[in-house]
């Protein structure tokens, strides 16, 4: 109530007595000013939701926008290829090379860059189809996994090993420097952590053909996400490298398919997702130490 609409009387004990205005209540019958106190609710409600959805799609827009930019590498044998490439806004803690799924430098995980930078990393993704479809991305339509997935049909392991190594290279000054991988990203992470140089930590989703690999020792702690439900990676292949590999941590989840962790794919799989996600920044945290 307004101070205009109320009479007060102190009370001996300093309480305050308060007793509505005899004057008001004939102004509050008239129905002109019950309309404009109506119409007062109605563009005061209206807004409400203009400054709401405002600030939904300010913040859409934020989540959507890239933070990164895009780069380019050079090999050991001089090929260039692209990147993308994405920094935290203060100090970085180190820095993450995010290898593709085969799909390219795609949407995805171009957002799982900006990801671990909003985490506090350098976060890079070289584009390692460059070398046979030069800025090739994808999405997740059978047409295009099609397509996609005639660039693994036989697949240069020691190219896709070089550009990796020049992700791992252009941002190790910036501190200790691990690697995530997802699909056949997965694989090349493996395998980077018993091959390759300037490594500290390893961490592969899915990858399909670490069983092949499994005989090599990681030189880097190392970490692997299978999903139980996986078509293309059978329990059977999991368990291969469980046995040959004591040394590296392996979780599988109950019901993921390949590419659960993939939030654009049909496959993926929030509640695995959830679990494995805060389980490679732990594991990140732990081994990304300066």
């Known amino acids: 109530m307004e101070r205009s609409e109320i009479r007060a009387r102190a009370l001996h004990d300093g309480e305050v007595q308060v007793y509505p205005d005899p004057s008001l209540r004939a102004q509050r019958s008239n129905p002109d000013y019950l309309r404009s106190k109506i119409l007062d609710c109605f563009a005061t409600l209206a807004m409400t939701l203009v400054i709401n959805e405002t600030a939904g799609k300010q ?14 590498l050079t090999a050991s044998d001089n090929f260039q290829l692209g990147a993308y490439r994405a920094d935290p806004a203060g100090r970085p803690k180190g820095a993450v090379v995010v290898i593709q799924e085969i799909f390219g430098v795609n949407h995805h995980i171009r957002s799982v860059c900006d990801r671990l930078a909003a985490e506090g990393y350098v976060a890079i993704a070289p584009s390692i189809f460059d070398r046979t479809s030069p800025g090739f991305q994808s999405g997740y339509t059978p047409d295009e996994i099609a397509e996609a997935r005639k660039f693994v049909a036989n697949p240069d392991w020691a190219a896709m090993l070089r550009d990796t190594q020049a992700a791992i290279d252009a941002v190790k000054n910036t501190g200790p420097v691990g690697i995530i991988g997802f699909c056949l990203g997965g694989s090349i992470a493996f395998v980077a952590a018993t091959r390759l140089n300037g490594l500290k930590a390893a961490i592969g989703y899915y990858g399909g053909a670490i069983v092949r690999f499994a005989d090599e020792t990681p030189k880097v ?22 046995a040959k590999r004591p040394d590296v941590e392996v979780f599988t989840y109950p019901g993921a398919q390949h590419g659960f962790h993939c939030d654009e794919r049909p496959s993926y799989d ?6 494995a996600w805060p389980r490679s920044l732990a594991f990140l945290a732990e081994h990304l130490t300066k």
Request: aromatic letters at 2%; charged letters at 30%; hydrophobic letters at 25%.
């Open 221 to 242: 702690p190392t970490q692997l996400h299978f999903g139980e439900k996986d078509q293309g990676i059978p329990l059977t292949d999991v368990e291969t490298v469980k």
């Open 59 to 72: 913040q859409s827009t934020t989540k959507d926008h890239p933070v990164g930019q895009d780069i380019k």
């Open 270 to 275: 929030k509640a695995s997702s959830d679990i």
